[in-house]
């Protein structure tokens, strides 16, 4: 199911369902993508300095991927109802 994200905290948010339906800590993401626990636990919380590098690596520890896509046209109240 593709899972839509505009901001760092939406991606956050995204990244932390995706570790809990696993039934991983924190510790064992970071284990997992090279990461120490407290910057899986910033990416969680939408820090924006995040590097992209961080954020791909763990989305392929998740087993997930970035994509692009053109912009919905939504109003931004119905994006945040998603969340």
């Known amino acids: 199911m593709a899972e839509l994200a505009r901001t760092p905290r939406q991606i956050g948010s995204l990244v932390r369902r995706a570790r809990k339906r696993r039934g991983w ?3 064992q993401l970071g284990e997992k993508a090279g990461l120490r626990q407290e910057t899986i ?4 919380t939408g820090n924006p300095a995040t590097r992209l590098e ?23 109240a119905d994006i945040e109802a998603l969340f």
Request: aromatic share 4%; glycine share 4%.
């Open 25 to 27: 800590s924190q510790t």
């Open 41 to 44: 636990s910033l990416i969680e």
């Open 54 to 76: 961080t954020i791909l690596a763990v989305l392929a520890a998740l087993d997930l991927e970035f994509r692009l896509a053109a912009r919905s046209k939504g109003q931004p």
